[in-house]
């Protein structure tokens, strides 16, 4: 049986003044993908991202989230997505629950109790009474994983959510990430530079590079026997550089 659509962007482009941005992008994303985006500084994947959630709009191409157009169903359909960009910050004065309890005055209607729930759902219930000042980084990505969880999401988009954490860290981030995948059928779509990591979480990832999303793949059977993610990703990099060098 086919897998709801959550995503589809198609052809989206978007150009800034310094000319870099991102090319006639295409993805798909199906309900319990974890969509991996990687790509060097600077390829677009924050801007992609951004593109997704309405934060920019794009110069051309679609959005269509849940199968309706973002453009003009902005708010029906981010009302079924999370999303984490560019921060993790919390209130620091503020404990975790008060954190979310702010957070949550975003989604008008939310069911008492979600906020416990979503706590519960990171890990992070035995701290809620603790001020977010004193969190480690990784209890910081938790902390706002937790936020973008509170409409009861069927998509989230998360950008660098393992940026700075430790082993232990993002060992637990990603296991959380799985567990929501696995458990609730949530898509997720997350950039990356942590390629090594991503490899144990990602059903699928694209490339991007340059703005342009130079391979899009299925992990299952891509890779050769012994063969890394991070060796296919650094190939595939080197060899768009050669390409555009002769071009
Ligand atoms: N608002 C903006 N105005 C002008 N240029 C921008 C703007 N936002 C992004 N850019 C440019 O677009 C390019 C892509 O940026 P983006 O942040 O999407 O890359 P990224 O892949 O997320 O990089 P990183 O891995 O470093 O976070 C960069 O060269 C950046 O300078």
């Given at each position: 049986m086919e897998r709801e659509r959550v995503l589809e962007v198609k052809d989206a482009a978007k150009r800034f003044r310094n000319g870099r941005g991102i090319k006639g992008v295409s993805l798909e994303l199906s309900r319990g993908d974890v969509y991996g985006l990687f790509g060097p500084n600077g390829a677009g994947k924050t801007t992609l991202l951004k593109l997704i959630t309405g934060l920019i709009r794009p110069d051309r191409g679609t959005v269509h989230l849940f199968g309706k157009p973002a453009a003009t169903r902005f708010e029906e359909a981010m009302s079924r997505v999370g999303c984490v960009i560019e921060s993790a910050d919390a209130y620091e004065f503020m404990s975790a629950y008060d954190n979310l309890k702010l957070a949550a005055?975003?989604?008008?209607?939310i069911a008492a109790g979600r906020i416990d729930q979503a706590l519960e759902e990171v890990g992070l219930a035995p701290y809620k009474k603790e001020k977010a000042g004193g969190f480690s980084l990784g209890m910081k990505q938790r902390l706002a994983l937790a936020a973008a969880l509170l409409p009861g999401p069927e998509l989230v988009i998360l950008d660098e959510p393992t940026n700075g954490l430790d082993i232990e860290g993002m060992v637990d981030i990603r296991r959380t990430i799985e567990r929501l995948a696995r458990e609730q059928g949530i898509a997720f779509i997350i950039s990356s530079h942590m390629i090594g990591d991503m490899e144990k979480l990602v059903n699928r990832f694209g490339i991007l590079q340059g703005g342009e999303l130079i391979r899009q793949e299925r992990?299952?059977?891509?890779?050769?026997?012994?063969?890394t993610l991070e060796q296919y990703y650094m190939a595939q990099i080197q060899s768009k550089k050669e390409a555009d060098a002769y071009a």
């Open positions: 005055r975003f989604y008008p209607g992990l299952q059977d891509l890779l050769p026997e012994g063969t």
